[in-house]
């Protein structure tokens, strides 16, 4: 047998079993549905005390929390929402403020890109925010998290907005809810990479200059939708490519994910050079890529390794600037939680050790206040 003929049996193979797990794991037919959140978590992401969040429940304003027989109050998502509104903290852009989009990148797969967009897009929504998450990897990693399967399920990716044929959608066409509130999600597959061998063939057309406009897709696309949302998250492909390429002509700001090795840091050098010799041949064409900010985040960090630190360190001391004041930690919590396709914002805390699970909240909570801080700061809400 060739080789390519064992490849084509063993992948089939492969991609049979994995159906029948999935399928298993999680029927066609399953709704994600979301938990309810502890009066440490609404007070927190709602932004007020719990004491004022139980005074405002006994003097019979705001929602009514469910109560358990040890008297511990739970409210669900869009309770929290209700009370934003009673408090009248909505955070929802106005004015001047401009949709912000944030790419999430690295030519490095494994360096946290889907991790970490997948838990910013959630702590946004539960924060308030009308939160829209793009998977631009083919491989649709940030969709099956969020509940969706490609296989399975075939809902149309970003490819049916980005097409260069006469069967073009709008971005409408493409968006689907999640089990957040305030959180809606452009699913991705295998047929993004199409994208890929389109551009330049467009690229080269000469009767034709759209081809030459690949940069301004994404941004064009969210125009339609702009004033549905506050923020938009792209979880991009793990190649420095066309897809890569168009999220970071529309970011307005860039989130670059490390995991502080030395492979990964030669990597992602190898990548900043790379990207920043053909952001100068964007610029030739007359495209500036101007961000409001982007930040380097370290990644699965394990702050007992010394090489590790060591890593931090050196980033530190050369991009002090650019750097993440928080990192993320490697947990067990987040893999743990991945394998049910599930966040830390989803899963039970009682599903773990306790002091496990909260080292992994206090850390992602940290990371994702912190971009928070940094969109205010891009609305001009607060001084940097
Ligand atoms: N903080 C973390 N702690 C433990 N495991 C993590 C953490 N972040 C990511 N992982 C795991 O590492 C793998 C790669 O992460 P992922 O976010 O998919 O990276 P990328 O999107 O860059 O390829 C996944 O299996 C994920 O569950
Ligand atoms: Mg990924």
Known sequence: ????????EQGGEISAKLDMLRIEKFPPNAQKTLRQF????VAD?????????KKLHLSGKGVEPAVTSTGRRYYTAPQMDELRTLLDRVPHRRGDEKLQVIAVVNFKGGSGKTTTSAHLAQYLALK???????????QASLTALYGIQPELDEKPSLYETLRYDDQRKPISAVIQPTNFPNLDVVPANLELQEYEYETPLAMQRKDSSEGKLFYTRIGSALAEVDDQYDVVVVDCPPQLGYLTLTALTAATSVLITVHPQ???????????????????????????????????LITRYEPMDIPQQQMVGFMQSMFAQQMMKNHMVKSTA?????????TLYEVERSQFTAATYDRAREAVDAVNAEVAELLQMAWGRRNG
């Open 262 to 296: 030395m492979l990964d840091i030669m990597s992602m050098s190898q990548f900043l050079l790379m990207l920043g010799d053909i952001l100068k041949s964007v610029e030739g064409a007359g495209i500036a890529v101007s961000l409001d900010w982007f930040r380097y």
């Open 128 to 138: 308030g925010y009308r939160v829209l998450a793009i998977d631009l990897d083919p």
């Open 334 to 342: 987040v893999s743990d939680a991945g394998l049910t396709k599930q």
């Open 45 to 53: 992401f709602v932004g007020v005390s719990q004491s004022y969040l």
């Open 1 to 8: 047998m060739s080789f390519a003929d064992v490849i084509l």
């Open 38 to 41: 502890s009066l440490a978590e």
